[in-house]
């Protein structure tokens, strides 16, 4: 019989935090790649161009002036409001998926 290993709740907090942001992120580049009329190939690299902004530039504000801006250029008029409650709902939706997968 293996062992048992004991973890921290702030243990499994901090291993699924990366995993919940690159969800949101990848749900907030789909959201906003389809306002913005993409489709297939254009769609997962604008998509992986949302993941990498979170990475390069972690944090909310960087993430939705990025995608505000890529919406503006695309001639797509969101206010930032908008944006973030899209944000806001994607990571709600990512944070729920972690909870049904093991």
């Known amino acids: 019989m293996l062992p048992i290993q004991t973890i921290e ?3 499994i907090e901090a291993s699924t935090d990366g995993c919940v942001n690159a969800r949101r992120d990848y749900i907030l580049g789909l ?3 389809h306002k913005m009329g993409l489709h297939g ?3 997962q690299l604008y998509v992986r161009d949302v993941l990498h902004t979170d990475r390069v530039t972690p944090g909310t504000d960087p993430m939705i002036n990025k995608v505000a801006q890529d919406l ?3 001639g797509v008029a969101l206010a930032n409001s ?3 409650v899209a944000f806001q709902n994607a ?3 990512a944070r729920a998926e972690m909870l049904v997968t093991d």
């Open 72 to 74: 503006s250029n695309c």
């Open 91 to 93: 990571e709600r939706t």
């Open 82 to 84: 908008q944006i973030r």
């Open 41 to 43: 190939d254009e769609l």
């Open 9 to 11: 709740p702030q243990e």
């Open 31 to 33: 959201w906003a790649g």
